[in-house]
């Protein structure tokens, strides 16, 4: 279930961070600063690994608009984490045509190999899963990506499904 995640941590952004905000937003024409909203939303998160409330507040703050405008952004679309995510986020399609042929399956076998419900985190801090809606790779299911660069990998068995969190476990050691 999404959520966002409460925290009274309180969030500094750097000048570097700031600097990255300002040429984003120069690519739009004055008072329209809110169209800079989303590639400062991914900026935010590839700093920070995820969007704090607190985070949002702060973008609210930089762009001069109301924070529930930033949260509309943030919870309508699926690539911003509301909460902490593992440095692998496996994100199974979890629509009809993958359910039929077996993502559900998929699904609670990563709960239980990985011993972490749908959004929590491993405690290594290497993995969390996620149902997400179609990936448009309907005809290769069950399918899942990784982000950021969204590999797929279809067609997914348990067996599968062991090889891949192994190999991430080797890669994430690294
Ligand atoms: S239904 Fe799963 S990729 Fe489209």
């Known amino acids: 279930m999404l959520r966002v995640e409460e925290t009274q941590a309180p969030v500094e952004f750097s000048p570097e961070l700031i600097s990255k905000f300002d040429d984003v937003k120069s690519r739009y024409p004055a008072g329209k600063q809110k169209s800079a909203l989303l590639p400062i939303l991914h900026l ?3 700093e920070f690994g995820w969007l704090s409330a607190a985070a949002m507040d702060k973008v609210a703050g930089y762009l001069q608009i109301q924070d529930i405008e930033v949260y509309e952004v943030a919870t309508f679309y699926s690539m911003y984490f509301l909460n902490p995510k593992g440095k692998y986020v496996l994100e199974v ?5 993958c359910c ?3 993502a559900e399956k998929i699904m609670d076998y990563l709960e239980e190999k990985l ?7 491993t405690a290594d801090g290497l993995f ?9 790779a309907c005809g290769f299911g069950p399918v899942l990506q990784i982000g ?6 279809e067609n997914l068995t348990k067996d599968s499904v062991d090889k891949l969190i192994k190999d991430l476990k080797e890669k994430g050691k690294n």
């Open 44 to 46: 935010v998160q590839a």
């Open 128 to 136: 969390s899963w996620r149902g997400v809606e179609c990936l448009a």
């Open 93 to 97: 399609c979890r629509t009809g045509p």
């Open 100 to 102: 039929l042929v077996g």
């Open 115 to 121: 011993g972490v419900k749908e959004g929590e985190v």
């Open 148 to 153: 950021p660069e969204y590999t797929f990998y």
